[in-house]
């Protein structure tokens, strides 16, 4: 399937949710209500049975495909696989994509008003974890009449997202494509989570996360945190290959300012990040990042753990992708093969590291696309 390159779903409108029903927490606390900002492209049809629901990563939103007005230069993040003959064909998928819980695109989160206090949550917002996301989305899915998702799909951490869902509800998802992810992090990858966090929390403008209240953004420690994270989404090769040792200007300045093309590059990512991100909300996804490992409630047995999982799986990892490298993918095969479980695994060659997973390289759309095209035969009869 070869989408023509400017294929899309067109001008979209996000929608709002609210929720009343309380939601208890993993964290022991109950959200007494809150908001789910999501888009959806394509029709839901007749039996309700065509619907793909995307869970995002870290710094993801509700906004994965599309354009909001006319005057939008860069579609939704994921706009190079849904849309008309595109992975996630929009002509036979209905597609759901939301904003999390503790988000700041417009679901309830720091950013919002406690109900409580009248003031923003802050920092007293609830700490948030994969199940209490799948929770909440599985509530989206009965307000939208979506009793079983045709598959949930999700890169990095919304590729736990995909894998807590075939746990948590088997009966409600018909396929699961767990892309660039892990089964759990490793400590490395908790290590460089707490020098984003201790960068952002020792801003002097953070003031213990009530920076709002101080009129202020810790937009230097955001900006740090970004910087991080954005080297190691990044490959040495494409590092290499797109900046080198390349300079601004054609000699050394002898000094601290910016003179090499990564270094410009970098601190550009994160200008634009820090000020387009909350704070409170980073630290929030990061922490929801390293709570996550379904098989420590089986004693560290992960094949136990995905027992009640009933779905065919797909499960992608890209070769230079050292965030989430494909060892933690074939771990989660392995365990999946263990179990007894319908799984197919790619290891697709790429010099993109982890944000291979946004970028539409020819063998993982063919794969991505010939899993989807599989199950959507399926629905329609084929």
Known sequence: MNAPPNA??????????????????????????YDLVFETYGTLNAEASNAVLICHALSGHHHAAGYHDEGDRKPGWWDAHIGPGKSIDTERFF???????????GSTGPCSINPATGKPWGPDFPMMTVDDWVESQARLADRLGIQRFAAVVGGSLGGMQALRWSLAYPARIANALVIAATPKLTAQNIAFNEVARQAIRSDPDFHDGWYTAHRTVPRRGLKLARMVGHITYLSEVAMGSKFGRDLRSDDFNFDYGVEFQVESYLRYQGDAFSTSFDANTYLLMTKALDYFDPAASCGGDLAAALAPASCPFLVVSFTTDWRFPPARSKELVDALIRANKAVSYVNIDSPHGHDAFLLPEPRYRAVFAGFMQRIAAELEGY
């Open 95 to 105: 597609v759901v994509s939301l904003n999390n819980l503790g988000g700041c695109h």
């Open 8 to 33: 899309s779903v067109g001008l979209v409108t996000p929608q709002t949710l609210h929720f009343d029903e309380p939601l208890a927490l993993s964290c022991g606390r109950t959200l007494p209500g």
